[in-house]
């Protein structure tokens, strides 16, 4: 039974940690600061539920007070929780997970580009995905392969609801990941020719994520190609990925824009950017 338990622990901790950075650490206080609920509750269930409920709290504490505070002195500083300065994040998830936090410097990009969205197309919001935890560098942020400096951010695209026929800050895929602006017959298919060359990683997501919202939204191509060109033009961004049939269909000309590699995974879900 210890080792069962012993190996439950060792387990718990590796699965929080790759997930949250600092969740195996906390896992680990909550474990070695709870011996007040063995003492108090005798009953089993009730204990383990105690317990769940101590962990949560004191992740939740750590995750939204302490790290933030922590993360400064390793250059990095947090992504808005809430929508500030038309930024805001697709998922709360990616907060929760401390998967938002950035060098100062693409913050500010960050924020600029949302700012020039919003006085360009009247209520329009920039909406994040994954960025980068709070600590280390070359930490992996998986399934992220250089999301590990605090440099790189990915932003969602731009949608049309189909029911209002209107511009939405929402996204057809809950995580914004895996829902993808397909190629036309006419146009370059790297997806195709990355999967016929063996990089089995690079459509994965799209046969994990659910596509039954996909009906309901377009892809917005006149908003998408104004928050390309702001990112390029931003003098923090050196980098942006998309995919290349997107790059032509929406005529990017910018030497910014770069194609990702068939060891990366698609991006005609999401565009990819990095600062200096």
């Known amino acids: 039974m210890k080792t069962l338990k012993f190996s439950f622990t060792i387990l718990t901790f590796f699965i929080l940690t790759v997930l949250t950075q600092i969740g195996g650490i906390v896992f680990l206080i909550s474990i070695y600061t709870n011996k007040w609920i063995d003492k108090y509750v005798a009953h089993k269930f009730l204990k383990t539920t105690y317990q769940f409920i101590y962990f949560t709290i004191l992740y939740c504490t750590t995750t939204f007070f302490i790290v933030p505070i922590i993360a400064k002195p390793f250059g990095r500083v947090q992504l808005p929780i809430k929508e ?9 998830l990616t907060c929760l997970l401390n998967r938002n936090y950035v060098r100062p410097e693409l913050q500010e990009a960050a924020f600029d580009i949302a700012n020039k969205m919003n006085a360009t197309f009247e209520d329009s919001k920039v909406n994040y995905l994954d960025a980068n935890f709070p600590f280390i560098n070359k930490f992996p942020l998986l399934p992220h392969l250089s999301h ?63 596509q039954q919202n996909k009906p309901y939204f377009n892809f917005d191509s006149i908003r998408t190609r104004a928050l390309m060109n702001m990112i390029t033009e931003n003098n923090y961004v050196e980098k942006v990925f998309i995919e290349p049939h997107l790059k032509t269909r929406l005529n990017l000309t910018s030497n910014k824009i770069r194609f990702h590699g068939c060891q990366a995974v698609r991006h005609d879900d999401h565009i990819h950017l990095q600062v200096k």
Do not use: M, R
């Open 84 to 92: 500030t300065n038309n930024l805001q994040p697709l998922n709360i």
């Open 148 to 210: 590990n400096d605090g440099k790189k951010l990915d932003i969602s695209f731009c949608y049309i609801d189909n029911k209002l026929n209107l511009p939405t800050s929402e996204a057809p895929s809950f995580i914004g990941y895996g829902i993808c602006e397909e190629p036309l017959p006419h146009e370059k298919n790297t997806a195709e020719f990355c999967s016929e060359n063996g990089y089995w990683q690079y459509s994965f997501l799209t046969k994990v994520v659910s």
